[in-house]
C-alpha cells in the first residue's frame, strides 16, 4: 500500500554507512566526513491509524522515484583510542499511486523522515587490525500522511507523527591490506523506543591520499516499532558508496 512505499523510502537512508579507514595516528584530534548514499530496497509491514496493515516490498529504483529532497552525511572524530561518530539524515518525499485493494482506489501520500545518531567509540585493539566498540543514541523522526482519492473509501485519510530514541551499541573492525585498500565489518543492536533494531554492514575502500578515500559495501538494517496507531516493521538492504574527506 501506499503507506509503506512512503515510510520505507525513508528508511532505505535511515542509518550512516559507517566503513570509515583508520586516521594516521597523531596527538590531536583526527576528522573524517563522509557524505554518502546507500541504495537499498525493502520488505516489511507498515501500518497507519486504522487503515489496514500492508506489506510492503520496494526495489531502490521505486523508492527514488518518490524523492523530492535527501541530505546525508557521516562525521567521525578520533584522538588516541577514543572517538565519535555522527550521522544526520533528512528525507522528503511524496506519491500517489494505486492501493492493492479496489475498495482504497488510489492514494496520495507524503512523508518527512529525520535521523540523528551520535555514538562514543573507543579502540580496543590497534594496528593493521583494529577494532572499535561503540555506543550512544539514536533519533528518529516519522511524519507521514495518506489520503484516499477514489474508490468507496475516497476521502479517508490517515496521518502518523512518530518520535522515538533507541540506545544502540556494537562492534567495528577494520583490517588495512596492501595498496592502500581496507575492509571493514560492523554489527549493531538496540532498542527503546522500538521493540528492537539490529543491523550489520560489510564493506571496503580505497585511499587515494591522506585526504580523500572511497567507501563501499552492503548494509542490512532492521527495526520493529509498534504502537496502537502506527507499526512499522521493515528490514532495509542494499549497497552503499560514499567519499570520505579527512583533516
Given at each position: ?71 546525508m552525511a557521516a562525521f567521525e572524530g578520533r584522538?588516541d583510542r577514543w572517538g565519535f561518530i555522527v ?135 532492521s527495526v520493529d516499532y509498534d504502537t496502537s ?19
Amino acid at each position: 500500500m501506499i503507506a509503506g512505499s512512503l515510510l520505507v523510502a525513508a528508511a532505505s537512508f535511515a542509518s550512516p554507512a559507517r566503513a570509515q579507514s583508520t586516521p594516521p595516528k597523531d596527538d590531536g584530534w583526527r576528522f573524517d566526513a563522509t557524505p554518502y548514499l546507500w541504495g537499498a530496497g525493502i520488505n516489511g509491514d507498515i501500518k497507519i491509524g486504522r487503515l489496514p496493515t500492508g506489506g510492503v516490498e520496494a526495489s531502490f529504483s521505486e523508492i527514488f522515484n518518490s524523492l523530492h529532497f535527501a541530505a546525508m552525511a557521516a562525521f567521525e572524530g578520533r584522538k588516541d583510542r577514543w572517538g565519535f561518530i555522527v550521522d544526520a539524515i533528512y528525507m522528503d518525499l511524496s506519491q500517489s499511486t494505486p492501493t492493492p485493494q479496489a475498495a482504497f482506489g488510489d492514494a496520495d501520500g507524503s512523508l518527512n523522515e529525520q535521523l540523528y545518531t551520535g555514538l562514543a567509540s573507543y579502540r580496543v585493539l590497534d594496528g593493521n587490525v583494529a577494532v572499535d566498540v561503540f555506543a550512544g543514541p539514536r533519533y528518529v523522526s516519522l511524519d507521514a500522511d495518506l489520503t484516499l482519492t477514489s474508490g468507496s473509501a475516497a476521502g479517508r485519510a490517515a496521518s502518523a507523527s512518530k518520535s522515538w530514541w533507541d540506545g544502540v551499541g556494537g562492534a567495528r573492525v577494520l583490517w588495512h591490506l596492501e595498496r592502500n585498500w581496507f575492509v571493514t565489518g560492523l554489527v549493531d543492536v538496540g532498542g527503546g523506543g522500538s521493540k528492537f533494531t539490529w543491523e550489520a554492514l560489510v564493506g571496503a575502500g580505497y585511499e587515494f591520499n591522506k585526504t580523500i578515500s572511497v567507501k563501499f559495501g552492503y548494509r542490512y538494517l532492521s527495526v520493529d516499532y509498534d504502537t496502537s496507531s502506527f507499526l512499522y516493521d521493515v528490514a532495509t538492504a542494499g549497497p552503499f558508496a560514499g567519499v570520505g574527506f579527512r583533516f
